[in-house]
């Protein structure tokens, strides 16, 4: 098994600095530009997938977004997949 390691060494000059500076710039500019090459309605579910917003984005559901939002979620998802597998013993048993 083969393992990366990732070292952080402080840049050199100030042009380094500010090179690095761009790349990173750059990495994060990918979603906006995600955003200007698929259409409008593909931009919930490229959000979704990718967890960054594209500038001045909202979120469908706002009230998912908190922390309650989120536990009442996962409680109805848990439900739900009980109460299928329930059925689904009871149909084919």
């Keep these: 098994m083969k393992v990366a390691?990732?070292?952080q060494v402080a840049p050199a000059t100030l042009?380094?600095?500010q090179e690095s500076s761009y790349r990173v710039a750059e990495i994060q500019d990918q979603r906006a530009r995600f955003g200007r090459a698929f259409p409008g309605w593909m931009q919930p579910a490229i959000t979704?997938?990718?967890g960054k917003?594209?500038?001045g984005q909202h979120p469908l559901m706002p009230h998912l977004c908190t922390p309650m939002g989120?536990?009442?979620a996962a409680a109805?998802?848990?439900a739900s997949g009980v109460a299928l597998g329930v059925d689904a013993l009871?149909?084919?048993s």
């Design 5 to 7: 390691v990732i070292q």
């Design 15 to 17: 042009a380094d600095a």
């Design 48 to 50: 979704w997938i990718s």
């Design 53 to 55: 917003a594209l500038p």
């Design 70 to 72: 989120k536990v009442f």
């Design 76 to 78: 109805w998802t848990l």
């Design 90 to 92: 009871r149909v084919f």
